[in-house]
Nanobody, 121 residues
Framework: VQLVESGGGLVQPGGSLRLSCAAS????????MSWYRQAPGKGRELVATITSASTSGGTNYADSVKGRFTISRDNAKNTVYLQMNSLAPEDTAVYYC?????????????WGKGTLVTVSS
């Protein structure tokens, strides 16, 4: 199983980025997909989750990103996205993709290697 993030980079405050996470070798639609982030010197924080296709793809967000970030998934492309708008310096972090199986797969979970987002002028 591989989760490969892309789309990170340097952006000015107020700007936008779209992160992508491409999954391979798993039944993508059967996994809840999440984005986490880890800022320098801090612990890993859950940013957003989108549930599996079997549970209608509901979404949840950390309070710190509600109204600014949007998580979505394309099950045909085995890809989850994180659209990030109105970025602020405190959003600077390594962003990680995470997959957690549902149903009989609920013991399975996988991490990507992360993509760095830097918000700075």
């Amino acid at each position: 199983v591989q989760l490969v993030e892309s789309g990170g980079g340097l952006v000015q405050p107020g700007g936008s980025l779209r992160l992508s996470c491409a999954a391979s070798a798993l039944t993508f639609s059967a996994y809840d997909m999440s984005w986490y982030r880890q800022a320098p010197g801090k612990g890993r924080e859950l940013v957003a989750t989108i549930t599996s296709a079997s549970t209608s793809g509901g979404t949840n967000y950390a309070d710190s990103v509600k109204g600014r970030f949007t998580i979505s998934r394309d099950n045909a492309k085995n890809t989850v996205y994180l659209q990030m708008n109105s970025l602020a310096p405190e959003d600077t972090a390594v962003y990680y993709c995470h997959a957690r199986g549902v149903g009989f797969r609920n013991a399975l979970n996988y991490w990507g290697k992360g993509t760095l987002v830097t918000v700075s002028s």
